[in-house]
């Protein structure tokens, strides 16, 4: 059994691509290993800001032989037939054997193909993963027609100790590498891949990723203690730093006390965005002034040169963004909100300036449904885009909505109107915090509605995995705001509603899609999302489409009450029951209804019932179909479901007793009519047919 | 804060270490093209030389402006005016990471002493039709250099690839100078009293005067007509047999600098604005597919 490592050395790789990049090298090298045929005990993949590198443990030395039977033509086919299968396979007749198949007498060989040694198969297997090698992004450099993600300088590739020699361009396989760039820039020579991690280790590289992010905590979490202060761990940003460093040192720098009146989210953002810092936060949670950068050396000086240097720029970017605080803050939100009309919405949508006097004015109607002063509603969602056109959010579009918060209060606006302004972005995705005070509800669900039926209107809706406008989380977004505040709103009513506040220019797009037509399918699209949601909590999604089917339903707040209902009934015995003979009855309706080719759909005769169960049925039905449709209405799902229950017993004995395909044609035609009445009566809560098991 | 003034670590005597460095590297040393650019890659030595696959190396100084930038001299790191040194190399060569991180070195950025980087930042330029794919050189933090390998120029791939390093000469001054405000940067080397001048005394004014102009009183109705004229010039010159590509170019130039004016003036709407880079793109890959027939390596 033998090891197999390689190392791809190149120049830094971006870390966003980084753990990727290991997978990828990982899957396409063992996926080329597996398909010659040779077996393995573990491959694991490391990567750093220069290397990809892959080791494979417990490769054979030499691929299995293989015993393949093949067979040949027929033994009376032509003569040049024959030959041409000697030839190719480099026998002569004597080697094959006659066999009699189902299909005539064959001429059969049995080829023993030798295993080729293990290293031979290599190179080619290296060559196919680094051309298909499927970076986000990859690059040309001098004159060499490669592509990798970044010029490539270096090929470690051993097998069982020995180099396998292999190229790409002018660089070729060796058995050394290099460390640190700056600490240990020598070649190193390795036998295997202890060797190589130790080595490297020495040389100021750590290998595997993960014990660098444990480095980096690790250390950012001593100096911060030192100072009963804690490192604000984000791990998006511990990813990538991780990602910008072979040798991890966590260093703490000052935040000038002149800077620590900026806002919180300002100064964080300024310290994450450009500088890549952690923040720091005292024992009350507050912001210190203190920040941990992460260099990627050792410096002579402990650092001390680095530390300052990254606080004098640290400086200049707040210095920058003291100078955004107080530019902003010299003009109202509403007097920027005018010049919305320079920034696009959508090109074909007009300026968010349109955008949002349409939010005003959504935010208005639904004021309504979520119970709040349609005026404040209105002011929140005028002004929600303007810090848009702010300094601040110009450099920093992450703070869209948290400055308008800001300079709403500067401005002297209430409290509700600059909380709602905040919070209009959210929820961003199932995980983020739902808002829940009326006004910040009305806004959000008007941000979200008027992006969805617009982008529908000029048809670019998500299709597979491309979503450019985020409208799925946009979906998803409204239906978290409706249900986890439990409010009534008629889905359809609004959506049409908004498709007439986009102006006539959009007449092109209105003449391809009417406003019903627009309505229906964005109704559809969010019934999907609601699916997705719910399944994620264990909500059956057959009984979500049982109900939407209908078409009757667009208020997602009464849908899950009717979903909710309805799964406790079919987990009663009642209910499967009831599900059972629904089943049936949908079947022997459909299966009748083809052969006759006609459809049972009309009235029961109630003269024409022969037996006392169909009779028993039928007046069942008579009575639960208004029963049902009335609780419906009056949104008592209890008391349809136990109005459903009832009709267990009469259907049961029904299917016991009574013969549907009889000789009697107008009493069979009368049953199917009587079981297609069925069908109808458990419509008014959902359609069954949709419900599986 | 006002550095001490040395001459080792002055404005100037950084350009001129740069300015060595490169000419020992086979860099012609060449002086900035005299014309309103927004930076060095502007320059006919970067966007039309890196075309083509004849060998190239060049260093250069290049007076950059963006006049949506300006603040008025009131911001210590903005400038609507500020300098680049731009570097070539065509081919890329192998070691052109070793021979940037020498010319650090060169400059007095010990490298045991400070925190070097390379930041994942992809360049594109929409106006050249043109990309690349490199990093963002920390040191320290701080974003020193911008370091990219040419893919495409005027929307045609470059083949051999060209690399350029370009330095952000005020930011890299500050760093090394030790100063938090760029007009507080020491420019010659000389005590005061002795004609020593800081960065301030040579630009404020400037910047004083062109934010004004930049944001305030540039006729724009004047700008948006030279902007036509470039533009039809340029067309004019492209379409002559044989074509002039340099002269043409000047004009493509010309056209890009006014747009960026009209866009400080704030008078160009979103839409429009796509539609005017669009114009200066055309106008680019023209003058990059006349230069290349002008080589004698027709497109």
Known sequence: ?693 | MTAAPDKKTSFQSLILALQTFWADQGCVVLQPYDMEVGAGTFHPATTLRVLGTKPWRAAYVQPSRRPADGRYGDNPNRLQHYYQFQVILKPSPDDSQDLYLQSLRHLGIDEGLHDIRFVEDDWESPTLGASGLGWEVWCDGMEVTQFTYFQQMGGMECDPVAVEFTYGLERLAMYIQGVDNVYDLDWNGLPKDQGGLTYGDVFHQAEKEFSAYNFEHANTEAVARHFKDAEAQCGALLALTPPLPLPAYEQCIKASHLFNLLDARGVIGVAERAAYIARVRALAKGCCEAWLVSQGEGV
């Open chain 1, 1 to 693: 059994m033998a090891e197999l490592l390689l190392e791809i050395l190149s120049e830094e790789i971006p870390a966003r691509m980084q753990a990727r990049a290991a997978d990828d090298l990982k899957r396409l090298m063992t996926d080329g290993l597996k398909k010659a045929g040779l077996t393995f005990e573990d491959a694991r993949s490391f990567v750093t800001p220069r290397r990809l590198a892959l080791v494979v443990d417990g490769l054979p030395v030499n691929q299995p032989d293989v015993t393949e039977e093949r067979r040949g033509p027929r033994v009376d086919a032509p003569e040049q037939a024959i030959q041409g299968f000697l030839k190719g396979n480099g026998l002569t007749l004597d080697q094959c054997e006659k066999r009699t198949t189902p299909k005539g007498e064959f001429y059969f060989v049995v080829v023993e193909r030798k295993g080729q040694v293990t290293a031979d198969l290599l190179p080619e297997m290296f060559n196919d993963m680094f051309q298909v090698f499927p970076w986000p992004k990859s690059m040309r450099w001098g004159t060499g027609g490669q592509r990798w993600v970044r010029p490539l300088h270096g090929i470690l590739c051993l097998f069982d100790g020995a180099v396998v020699p292999m190229a790409v361009g002018s660089t070729k396989s060796t058995n050394s590498t290099i460390g640190h760039r700056v600490l240990a820039p020598g070649v190193i020579g390795v036998n295997d891949f202890a060797e190589y991690r130790d080595k490297l280790e020495n040389a100021q590289v750590i290998l595997d990723a993960d014990e660098r992010r444990k480095a980096i905590a690790g250390q950012a979490e001593k100096l911060t203690k030192k100072e009963k202060l804690t490192v604000k761990i984000d791990n998006s940003l511990l990813a990538e730093v991780t990602g910008l460093v072979e040798w991890p040192m966590a260093l703490m720098g000052r935040i000038d006390e002149v800077f620590m009146d900026l806002p919180e989210e300002v100064l964080t953002t300024a310290m994450r965005h450009h500088q890549k810092y952690f923040s720091v936060v005292d024992a009350k949670g507050k912001l210190a002034p203190r920040f941990i950068a992460v260099a990627n050396t050792e410096a002579t000086d402990d650092g001390k040169a680095i530390i300052a240097g990254n606080e004098r720029v640290l400086r200049a970017r707040l210095a920058d963004a003291r100078y955004f605080w107080d530019q902003d803050r010299k003009r109202t939100l509403e007097s920027r909100v005018a010049g919305l009309d320079g920034v696009v919405f959508q090109q074909r949508l007009g300026s968010v300036l349109d955008k949002a006097e349409r939010m005003a004015k959504l935010a208005r109607t639904l004021a309504e449904y979520t119970g709040v002063d349609p005026d404040l509603a209105e002011r929140a969602a005028r002004l929600a885009k303007a810090d848009l056109t702010t300094e601040m959010v110009v450099e920093f579009p992450e703070l869209q909505g948290v400055m308008g918060r800001y300079y709403a209060l500067a401005d002297g606006e209430t409290a509700e109107v600059a909380e709602a302004i905040a919070d209009h972005y959210a929820p961003q995705g199932p995980a983020d915090r739902c808002p829940s005070a009326s006004v910040n509800v009305a806004v959000a669900m008007a941000d979200k509605i008027d992006s969805l039926v617009g982008f529908w209107m000029i048809d670019e809706k998500p299709t597979g995995s491309k979503d450019p406008f985020a409208l799925r989380r946009s979906a998803l977004g409204v239906i978290r705001l409706i249900v986890e505040n439990e409010l009534s709103v008629p889905l359809l009513e609004l959506f049409t509603a908004v498709y007439g506040f986009f102006p006539p220019s959009y007449n092109k797009e209105r003449s391809v899609i009417p406003a019903d037509v627009l309505a229906r399918d964005l109704l559809d699209f969010f019934a999907d999302r609601l699916k997705v949601h719910l399944r994620d909590k264990g909500v059956r999604h057959d009984l979500i489409t049982a109900v939407f089917s209908l078409g009757d339903e667009d208020d997602l707040v009464r849908l899950l009450a009717r979903v909710e209902a309805l799964e406790t009934f079919l987990a009663s015995d009642d209910g499967e029951h009831l599900l059972v003979a629904y089943k049936r009855a949908a079947n022997i309706v459909a299966i009748e209804e083809k052969k006759d080719g006609v459809i049972y759909d009309q009235p029961v005769d109630a003269g024409n019932l022969a037996d006392a169960e169909e009779a028993s049925l039928h007046a069942g039905l008579e009575e639960a179909a208004p029963r049902i449709a009335k609780a419906v209405a009056e949104e008592r799902f209890a008391d349809a479901m136990s109005a459903l229950a009832g009709l267990r017993a009469p259907v049961d004995a029904f299917f016991d007793k009574v013969t549907v395909n009889c000789d009697d044609q107008t009493l069979r035609a009368n049953r199917l009519r009587l079981l297609s009445r069925i069908r109808g009566a458990l419509g008014g809560v959902a359609d069954f047919s949709k419900i599986e098991g």
